[in-house]
């Protein structure tokens, strides 16, 4: 059953309605037009009586109640309710009272109209709708303007993202669910010969396939794209198209694969930081509301661990958050349990994860010309008599790679008699000094000594100890072992044996030991170890005493299986038990113990993201963590900076390049964008 998770939600819930509004009982179209009117004559309005009478009908009923309240009071009621309502709550209202293909229409028109055109609008619109939808949408268009939508978008876009939406627009996508096995593998080898086999990129040919064929069949391509390539098709975009054009393929990619996973993805990252992208609120909220808001509500639980209600509630105020609240119909409080459309995204997530070969870049590769001689020299000088010249210092140390660096500081004392690392610590100061004197250190030096400073002095460091250990693979914390030996004279084991306790300490000495299985994974034991975690899990429920069972369950299992093993475990746990493995560490673990395993999980889902989103904390809000942002630009930058830079604008819609840029200054800000390797 679950290896045939790739039905569409029609096919899989074929008769459910999956709305939050729903039709209101013992309707009455006059009465109601009455009652607006009450609500909105003589000084001010009852914004309440509206929010609670429009919200709680559908949108068939809505259009009724318009059309009676023309019969009873001789006036237009979206006219009436713009006159009384204003700001954000206006647009909510109004756009509720409109037939989907009008607000469609009108969304896309105030999208193109103006200075600028609102492309991330367009996008979300034309690649999520069925070709029913589209074919009401360009009707609606030309009677409400009396403009051709297809001539509107030729007019103000361009290149092949224009292209793309005017085959869209056709709405001629194929919808026949019997598919051709031949077909599908002869579009997933055209897909990689356009792309990753060609010089350059035949834009043609994705926009071909992916703006014609069914979805039904576009997810087997997909799937065999996998096989042949080893990678994702969205990694495949990402690398080959750039752009409007790239944004807009992505979401046909996630639109094909899960409608109601792209539009929670688009709501999250609407609230998400600073301010809110209320356009893009209210336009999914009022669009998805009758149509597939229970299983967005369900996806939104499942990868961002919140309900999409409690952060409505956290990032809005007033009638527009009761209006918008009412729409979202419920509140998804029982985190990590899972509904069918959620629980399949979760197992695809894992599967993704598990058959993709990504290869992992750094941003720093070995300097092509180098003269360890020369570089040597430019230092020297550069440290020399009066001030210091730190952009010499910048260009040389970060445009080298490690190894070449090592061979700096040989050549440095053998022609100067003196030691690079002392000349580099009198001569820089603050975080400059911290950067560069890490980067000119090797990996398992510089990775002992962050361990040895988040253990001494008062109170330790747990973050940094669980960062560093629960993501370095054997044979690099074979060698931080080394290393710490040799420069602290204690083993590392040691050192965490005394500064840590209990549960946490057995984790980290653990994987301090460096002994993980690396073999593939073994299905039958990945089964009989989730039944493990899901009896535990089941164990704890009884009794808070159960809570050591559990953590020394988790603890077997997940510091000593090979990746590919774990992320078997891990969707065999969500067969199982409907849960998922990260919700449940959250829910009955606390403290160092949970955040270890939490880290073990998304390291072995997807390490780049674990640091992303590392990344991005250190510099959001006020003040930045410059301690962890040096730390991982150090420590990434020649394993997989690459890639966590592309995780980066993919999550947080801002480049690492921008963020750094905005977030820091001077000569700090200079060395890390040259480690960050140029901006997406």
Same mark, same amino acid.
């Given at each position: 059953?679950?290896?045939?998770?790739? +039905? #569409?939600?029609?096919?899989?819930?074929?008769?459910?309605?999956?709305?939050? /509004?729903?039709?209101?009982?013992?309707? &009455?179209?006059?009465?109601?037009?009455?009652?607006?009117?009450?609500?909105?004559?003589?000084?001010?309005?009852?914004?309440?009586?509206?929010?609670?009478?429009?919200?709680?009908?559908? &949108?068939?009923?809505?259009?009724?109640?318009?059309?009676?309240?023309?019969?009873?009071?001789?006036?237009?009621?979206?006219?009436?309710?713009?006159?009384?309502?204003?700001?954000?709550?206006?647009?909510?209202?109004?756009?509720?009272?409109? @037939?989907?293909?009008?607000?469609?229409?009108?969304?896309?028109?105030?999208?193109? $109209? +103006?200075?600028?055109?609102?492309?991330?609008?367009?996008?979300?619109?034309?690649?999520?709708?069925?070709?029913?939808?589209?074919?009401?949408?360009?009707?609606?268009? %030309?009677?409400?303007?009396?403009?051709?939508?297809?001539?509107?978008?030729?007019?103000?876009?361009?290149?092949?993202?224009?292209?793309?939406?005017?085959?869209?627009?056709?709405?001629?996508?194929?919808?026949?669910? /019997?598919?051709?096995?031949?077909?599908?593998?002869?579009?997933?080898?055209?897909?990689?010969?356009?792309?990753?086999?060609?010089?350059?990129?035949?834009?043609?040919?994705?926009?071909?396939?992916?703006? &014609?064929?069914? *979805?039904?069949?576009?997810?087997?391509?997909?799937?065999?794209?996998?096989?042949?390539?080893?990678? @994702?098709?969205?990694?495949?975009?990402?690398?080959?198209?750039?752009?409007?054009?790239?944004?807009?393929?992505?979401?046909?990619?996630?639109?094909?694969?899960?409608?109601?996973?792209?539009?929670?993805?688009?709501?999250?990252?609407?609230?998400?930081?600073?301010?809110?992208?209320?356009?893009? =609120?209210?336009?999914?909220?009022? #669009?998805?509301?009758?149509?597939?808001?229970?299983? /967005?509500?369900?996806?939104?639980?499942?990868?961002?661990?919140?309900?999409?209600?409690?952060?409505?509630?956290?990032?809005?105020?007033?009638?527009?958050?009761?209006?918008?609240? !009412?729409?979202?119909?419920?509140?998804?409080?029982?985190?990590?349990?899972?509904?069918?459309?959620?629980?399949?995204?979760?197992?695809?997530?894992?599967?993704? #994860?598990?058959?993709?070969?990504?290869?992992?870049?750094?941003?720093?590769? @070995?300097?092509?010309?180098?003269?360890?001689?020369?570089?040597?020299?430019?230092?020297?000088?550069?440290?020399?008599?009066?001030?210091?010249?730190?952009?010499?210092?910048?260009?040389?140390?970060?445009?080298?790679?490690?190894? $070449? %660096?090592?061979?700096?500081?040989?050549?440095?004392?053998?022609?100067?008699?003196?030691?690079?690392?002392?000349?580099? !610590?009198?001569?820089?100061?603050?975080?400059?000094?911290?950067?560069?004197?890490?980067?000119?250190?090797?990996?398992?030096?510089?990775?002992? !000594?962050?361990?040895?400073?988040?253990?001494?002095?008062?109170?330790?460091?747990?973050?940094? =100890?669980?960062?560093?250990?629960?993501?370095?693979?054997?044979?690099?914390?074979?060698?931080?072992?080394?290393?710490?030996?040799?420069?602290?004279?204690?083993?590392?084991?040691?050192?965490?044996?005394?500064?840590?306790?209990?549960?946490?300490?057995?984790?980290?000495?653990?994987?301090?030991?460096?002994?993980?299985?690396?073999?593939?994974?073994?299905?039958? $034991?990945?089964?009989?170890?989730?039944?493990?975690?899901?009896?535990?899990?089941?164990?704890?429920?009884?009794?808070?005493?159960?809570?050591?069972?559990?953590?020394?369950?988790?603890?077997?299992?997940?510091?000593?299986?090979?990746?590919?093993?774990?992320? %078997?475990?891990?969707?065999?746990?969500?067969?199982?038990? &409907?849960?998922?493995?990260?919700?449940?560490?959250?829910?009955?673990?606390?403290?160092?113990?949970?955040?270890?395993?939490?880290?073990?999980?998304?390291?072995?889902?997807?390490? @780049?993201?674990?640091?992303?989103?590392?990344?991005?904390?250190?510099?959001?809000?006020? +003040?930045?963590?410059? %301690?962890? =942002?040096?730390?991982?630009?150090?420590?990434?930058?020649?394993?997989?900076?690459?890639?966590?830079?592309?995780?980066?604008?993919?999550?947080?819609? *801002?480049?690492?390049?921008?963020?750094?840029?905005?977030?820091?200054?001077?000569?700090?800000? !200079?060395?890390?964008?040259?480690?960050?390797?140029?901006?997406?």
């Amino acid at each position: 059953m679950w290896r045939n998770w790739k +039905g #569409s939600r029609k096919e899989q819930q074929v008769g459910r309605y999956r709305g939050s /509004v729903k039709e209101f009982p013992n309707f &009455n179209a006059s009465q109601d037009a009455e009652a607006l009117y009450n609500a909105m004559k003589g000084f001010g309005s009852d914004k309440e009586a509206i929010l609670d009478l429009i919200t709680s009908r559908n &949108n068939k009923q809505r259009i009724e109640i318009g059309q009676a309240y023309k019969s009873l009071y001789g006036k237009d009621l979206i006219t009436e309710l713009k006159r009384e309502l204003m700001g954000k709550f206006e647009r909510l209202i109004v756009g509720l009272m409109r @037939p989907l293909a009008y607000f469609d229409a009108k969304e896309i028109k105030d999208a193109l $109209q +103006g200075i600028g055109t609102d492309e991330k609008c367009l996008i979300e619109i034309l690649a999520s709708r069925t070709n029913q939808q589209i074919h009401k949408l360009v009707e609606a268009y %030309r009677d409400a303007y009396e403009r051709d939508l297809e001539a509107d978008v030729l007019g103000d876009t361009s290149g092949h993202f224009r292209k793309m939406l005017v085959v869209l627009l056709q709405g001629t996508r194929e919808e026949d669910d /019997v598919v051709s096995e031949d077909l599908v593998e002869q579009d997933a080898k055209d897909l990689l010969e356009a792309g990753e086999l060609k010089w350059g990129t035949d834009e043609a040919q994705f926009i071909y396939i992916l703006g &014609n064929r069914s *979805k039904q069949h576009l997810r087997l391509v997909f799937d065999e794209y996998m096989k042949i390539s080893g990678k @994702p098709i969205e990694q495949s975009i990402h690398g080959e198209l750039s752009g409007d054009f790239e944004q807009l393929m992505l979401a046909v990619v996630k639109c094909t694969r899960s409608t109601p996973e792209y539009f929670a993805e688009r709501l999250y990252k609407a609230m998400k930081g600073l301010g809110t992208k209320d356009n893009t =609120l209210i336009r999914i909220m009022v #669009s998805r509301s009758e149509i597939d808001m229970l299983d /967005v509500r369900e996806v939104f639980r499942t990868k961002y661990e919140k309900s999409l209600h409690s952060m409505i509630k956290d990032d809005t105020s007033g009638e527009y958050k009761k209006a918008l609240l !009412k729409l979202c119909g419920g509140d998804d409080d029982a985190a990590g349990e899972f509904f069918p459309e959620a629980a399949q995204v979760a197992y695809r997530m894992w599967e993704l #994860s598990a058959v993709a070969k990504v290869e992992l870049k750094g941003t720093v590769r @070995p300097a092509a010309v180098f003269n360890a001689d020369d570089d040597a020299k430019v230092l020297r000088k550069a440290m020399k008599g009066l001030g210091t010249d730190e952009g010499a210092i910048i260009d040389v140390v970060t445009q080298r790679s490690n190894a $070449q %660096r090592q061979l700096i500081l040989r050549t440095y004392k053998s022609h100067f008699g003196r030691d690079l690392m002392a000349d580099l !610590k009198s001569e820089l100061s603050g975080s400059l000094a911290k950067l560069i004197l890490g980067l000119m250190m090797t990996p398992a030096e510089y990775d002992a !000594k962050q361990l040895k400073k988040a253990m001494e002095g008062a109170g330790t460091d747990e973050s940094i =100890l669980i960062e560093i250990l629960t993501t370095r693979n054997n044979r690099e914390i074979q060698a931080i072992n080394e290393a710490y030996r040799a420069a602290y004279h204690k083993s590392l084991e040691d050192a965490l044996s005394s500064d840590t306790s209990g549960h946490f300490k057995r984790i980290l000495v653990s994987l301090a030991l460096g002994n993980r299985d690396e073999g593939a994974e073994d299905l039958s $034991q990945a089964h009989e170890d989730a039944k493990v975690v899901a009896e535990s899990l089941k164990l704890s429920d009884v009794s808070s005493g159960d809570s050591t069972s559990l953590e020394t369950h988790f603890l077997s299992i997940l510091c000593t299986r090979s990746y590919p093993h774990l992320r %078997r475990v891990f969707q065999e746990f969500i067969k199982m038990t &409907n849960h998922d493995v990260a919700h449940t560490i959250r829910k009955h673990m606390s403290g160092d113990v949970r955040d270890a395993f939490v880290a073990i999980v998304r390291s072995v889902k997807d390490k @780049p993201a674990f640091f992303a989103d590392k990344l991005y904390d250190s510099m959001k809000g006020l +003040g930045t963590d410059e %301690r962890t =942002l040096t730390r991982i630009m150090i420590s990434r930058s020649e394993t997989d900076l690459l890639n966590i830079r592309r995780v980066f604008k993919e999550m947080h819609e *801002k480049s690492l390049h921008h963020m750094i840029e905005k977030d820091t200054s001077g000569d700090y800000c !200079k060395a890390l964008l040259a480690v960050c390797g140029g901006d997406d």
